[in-house]
């Protein structure tokens, strides 16, 4: 199953999908079989009709150059419907002629497949096409075109979420850029929160494993000098720190590079326990601690492997999820969560080496999190009535 959404579509166009693959599991099975995600190591939570998860794949393929596909339904079908939109724009690009082709080609054949076509047209634009959604607008992700069995919960979602309202694209197009940058990692985060959750609306959905963003960064080129695009070609840094008592203990950390678009994406995977200090900017984590996972457009091109020295680099964007270990008598456990993009110096910069690697962060990032999750109440029902978590 998938969830495949197209954010900002009318200015700055930006992709966010899922990685879970999930198969449909006989009811005389013997055994559940979990698998390792970025985002949640034994997962084996059961989806909608009858299917639980089994590998990870991208859901966004390059269909041909400047132009993304991002699909829901069932891959061989996904397949036959992505050589069939190379075949139709070998020559020309896609256009609205061509889209209705492409919609009757997959109701003649009977595909099992939706999608969203984002691609470069010859004025230097970006358009977008989409078949088997739905769209809605939001003054936090502007327009959106979903996909997919998560559809109808990631609107949900994102209603939920506390990302800021985007600035005028027309009046103010490089604060308007800046925000969409900022805005689609907070999707991502409150993406990754759910489906981190026990029950989780995405996870019900057989949808999750890790939210990925993509970016078209020769669109923010026109509005900017050129560090909105590098920021754009840049990986994400997560980081999911537990306060135990007085201590700030890393239980998370995902690190992916810059991937190849529609191809593969490669990231670096911590889950242990790593006592920190709230302000540090120096991490370290030992070779026996991490794992390598590349995703392949397909589950069979997917892997997890043990850690591998490569070779350094640094990214721009980074999240940091905060949460409390103790519960109150309501059950609730504080946390939050804050979304990180500069455009200027990096943000992290990722040493490997055969020992490990080390993290070198410009920011105590982590730091202005953990104060502000110290300070709150046990949870908000304990102070004023309303919610059983902070956020």
């Known amino acids: 199953m998938t969830v495949a959404a197209l954010l900002f579509a009318d200015s700055f166009p930006v992709a966010v999908t899922d990685a879970l693959i999930s198969t449909r599991r006989s009811p005389e099975a013997p055994n559940v ?39 829901a339904g069932l891959i061989p079908d996904a397949e036959r419907l992505l050589k069939y939109i190379q075949l139709k724009t070998l020559v020309v690009g896609y256009s609205d002629e061509i889209h209705v082709e492409v919609t009757d080609f997959i109701a003649a054949n009977g595909l099992n497949v939706s999608f969203i076509l984002v691609t470069r047209e010859t004025d230097g634009e970006v358009g977008y096409y989409w078949h088997g959604g739905q769209a809605a607008d939001s003054p936090f992700f502007g327009r959106i075109v979903s996909i997919g069995a998560g559809k109808t919960p990631l609107l949900d979602i994102f209603r939920q979420s506390p990302a800021a309202e985007l600035p005028d694209p027309y009046a103010n197009p490089l604060e308007h850029a800046e925000a969409v940058v900022v805005n689609a990692l907070e999707a991502v985060a409150v993406l990754s929160r759910d489906y981190t959750d026990q029950h989780s609306k995405m996870a019900g959905k057989s949808t999750g494993g890790l939210f990925n963003v993509a970016y078209f960064p020769e669109l923010f080129g026109a509005v900017s000098d050129g560090k909105l695009s590098t920021l754009a070609l840049s990986g994400i840094c997560q980081i999911w720190v537990e ?19 529609g191809e593969r994406m490669d990231l670096l995977l911590f889950e242990g326990e790593q006592v920190t200090a709230p302000d540090s900017t120096y991490i370290e984590i030992a070779a026996a601690q991490l794992q390598c996972i590349t995703i392949g457009r397909v589950r069979d091109e997917s892997a997890i492997n043990g850690y591998s020295p490569g070779p350094g680099f640094s990214v721009h964007q980074a999240i940091v999820y905060v949460e409390r270990t103790e519960r109150c008598p309501h059950g609730g456990r504080p946390r939050t969560h804050q979304v990180f993009a500069c455009r200027g110096e990096p943000l992290v910069h990722i040493v490997q080496g055969e020992v490990g690697i080390a993290l070198t962060l410009v920011q105590p990032i982590m730091a202005k999190l953990i104060r502000k999750v110290v300070s709150a109440a046990p949870c908000p029902m304990c102070a004023d009535g309303s919610s059983p978590r902070a956020s």
């Open 243 to 261: 306060l135990q008592g007085e201590s700030a203990v890393i239980t998370r950390m995902s690190v992916s590079g810059q991937s190849s678009a």
């Open 33 to 71: 079989v979990s698998i390792t995600t970025p985002l949640r190591s034994n997962e084996c939570r059961p989806g909608i009709d009858g299917f639980s998860p089994s590998g990870l794949a991208l859901k966004q393929w390059m269909a041909c150059p400047q132009t993304l596909l991002l699909y």
